[in-house]
């Protein structure tokens, strides 16, 4: 019996279980990128699976977010694999995805493995062996009792610990060859895909380096980020101290009544951070213009209010500037591609009449700032005067304060940098981490929600521009910051789950976003959840879920 498959506005006709890999081959010729998923009506599918009845097709290639995410996730299995023929499953005590770097991740194994230029070799000679080989990369269902049997034969005590909290019966485990392991998402259907990655020694382990969706055959060349590394060592050496690394961990936590304890200590551990940077700030007495930027839901707004106060502390008197009141004038404002204002690019700031300001401020003057009045549009003067004494301190917030193009007039000796990001130190275990990109994404659905009424389908479709206004306007200038400051909690995604799973289950089958929302859905079935009711009043969380102190 033949089904029907419509691909792009044309309709196919296949034998009833025919697999989505021929399928897919037959109309490979039509993408640009290799196809490795497809979704049938809707709904993500990995090409082993077959064609059983009439249905629409969709295809994903490493171009795609989805496919990108399953390239990742399957190389990083093929690397695992290879780590453990080349070194010996009783030299391994551990083998683990740490977190991002570049466009990469970086990962350890302790045990009594060194990490050298010859051991690195050997394993990437492994891992291009098995792609030329194809081999196939297998899905086993198993009930959960079962993997959780398989998980402790096999030394994965982090997985064994996330199961014991899993509600579902059963359990997806993958396979290559006789090599065994759980990973969250969907999988490329054999090893042979996994053509294009590097691998770099860095720091105590090394960086497996992967294409961007951008250009998905190229593997671009590994850039250190020192300072962003180092902020996400020192997270790591929290989550150890606290006993936390991996989402089994949390889990256990709550579910003995110790998350208390580990939120106040959390919130303690961040509140000493802030404490040490105001220091750091009032040993200057020329640091003028304290200027923090940050990604989309890194928590600016509070850390900007939790470090004036830090500063009144320590003998000064800050005084807070959104950069966003020196918008310019709706009708000056740039447009995008897609004839929208572009809020987000340098040109969209008055940057003459900052500099003239900040300036004015510097040598003694007295002026008059700017409110910004988004519902006309328009620069207004309020009699909000201000005149720098020996004291005041200018605590300066906006997404382009770490570029000198904003600030092009003030004396570097003046300014002090400062980058926030919520650089999520969790891993789901210890070959699945989680992308610091989905704990923001998480972060701003709920606020959104929150303050503007806004649909997770809407925050989740403005999310990619959201992502391309980062990497422009952002990132590039992370390195050139004095200090860094990570807002990520290890707890959040136990609080946030109660206010985020509401909204994304809201969001309509049909929906473009459907996918997205599922996906996230999921991943946060993996937690627990947690009251809110113990947060401190100024957390950097009560950003996103409400009732804190700060007028934000």
Request: proline share 4%; glycine share 6%; hydrophobic share 40%.
């Amino acid at each position: 019996m033949n089904v029907k498959a419509a691909i792009n506005g044309k309709i196919y006709e296949y034998p009833a279980g025919t697999p989505f890999s021929a399928i897919a081959a037959d109309v490979q010729k039509d993408y640009a990128h290799d196809i490795v998923l497809v979704s049938a009506d809707g709904r993500l599918r990995e090409l082993e699976k077959r064609l059983n009845a009439d249905c629409e097709l969709c295809f994903y290639t490493t171009a795609d977010a989805a496919g990108c995410q399953a390239y990742r996730r399957s190389l990083t299995m093929l690397l695992m694999k290879a780590v453990y023929k080349v070194a010996g499953h009783e030299a391994v005590t551990r083998a683990q995805v740490q977190h991002s770097i570049s466009s990469g991740y970086y990962c350890t194994i302790e045990g009594s493995v060194a990490i050298n230029e010859e051991f690195l070799g050997a394993v990437k000679a492994k891992m291009q062996e098995y792609v030329a080989k194809k081999l196939p990369i297998k899905k086993t269902n198993v009930n959960t009792d079962k993997a959780l049997r398989i998980f402790h034969e096999h030394q994965m005590y982090d997985k064994e610990r996330l199961f014991r909290y899993r509600r579902a019966s059963r359990v997806n485990l993958y396979s290559i060859g006789d090599f065994e392991d759980y990973y969250y998402g969907y999988m490329v259907p054999d090893t042979g895909y996994l053509k294009y990655f590097e691998l770099y020694l860095y720091d105590e382990g090394f960086v497996l380096q992967f294409p961007t969706m951008a250009e998905p055959e190229v593997v671009p060349p590994f850039k250190p980020q020192h300072k962003v590394f180092q902020i996400l060592k020192e997270a790591t050496k929290w989550g150890d101290m606290l006993g936390i690394s991996t989402v089994g961990d949390l889990n256990d936590c709550i579910s003995r009544g110790g998350m208390q304890q580990l939120i106040m200590t959390q919130e303690a551990l961040q509140e000493r951070r802030i404490a040490e940077i105001a220091g750091r700030i009032a040993e200057d007495p020329g640091k003028k213009f304290i200027m923090i930027a940050g990604p989309s839901s890194s928590g600016k707004t509070t850390f900007s209010h939790r470090l004036s106060i830090q500063l009144s502390a320590a003998g000064l008197k800050p005084h807070p500037i959104a950069v966003d009141n020196y918008f310019v004038e709706r009708e000056m404002t740039p447009k995008d591609e897609n004839g929208d204002y572009n809020f987000e690019c340098l040109e969209a700031i008055d940057i003459e009449l900052f500099n003239r300001q900040m300036c004015e401020l510097l040598s003694g003057k007295t002026v008059e700032l700017p409110t910004f009045n988004f519902k006309t549009g328009k620069k207004e003067y309020n009699g909000d005067y201000l005149t720098l004494g020996r004291e005041d301190i200018l605590v300066i917030e906006g997404i382009h304060c770490l570029n000198d193009a904003l600030s092009h007039s003030l004396p570097k000796e003046s300014k002090f940098k400062i980058y926030i990001s919520a650089l999520t130190q969790l891993n789901v275990d210890e070959h699945n981490r989680i992308p610091t990109t989905d704990g923001r994404l998480i972060r701003r659905m709920v606020r959104d929600a929150r303050t503007r009424g806004a649909s997770a389908a809407r925050t989740i479709s403005m999310w990619p521009s959201v992502r391309r206004g980062e990497e422009e306007n952002i990132f590039p200038y992370q390195e050139d910051a004095d200090i860094m400051f990570n807002s990520a909690l290890i707890y959040e995604l136990s609080v946030l789950k109660q206010y985020a799973e509401p909204i994304l289950f809201g969001i309509d089958r049909e929906a473009p976003e459907y996918l997205e929302a599922k996906r996230l859905l999921k991943f946060l079935d993996y937690f627990l959840g947690v009251d809110s009711t113990v947060i401190p009043a100024n957390s950097l969380l009560r950003e996103f879920i409400g009732g804190g102190c700060f007028r934000v």
